[in-house]
């Protein structure tokens, strides 16, 4: 239960206006479904231009299934598909890649 700021009377949570004077209540913010992550977008994107080309970024980010296939894709072209682990370490450095594997955006 929530009270009007104006006049007092009680409010029930559920309503947006005071019942008694039509005075608008403040709602306390709803509790975001969203998490944030606990991973952290500069370390992120630190694995991702030092070592990215073996998909370490994308294990820490939780997107394994990316990372196991760069760490393929590195081995079986000697190392050139490592760019795109490069690639994607400065993308999540510049806010291009926000979140992590869940959809849970980097702190
Ligand atoms: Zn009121």
Redesign the pocket.
Known sequence: MTY?K??G?SVSPEEQY?R??G?RVAQPKPYSDQKTSNRSKLVAGLLGVLIGSWGIHNFYLGNIGKGILQIFLTSVTFGIAGIWGFIEGILILCDRITVDGKGQPLV
Do not use: I, L
């Open positions: 009007c104006k006049c009377g005071c008694t004077c005075n």
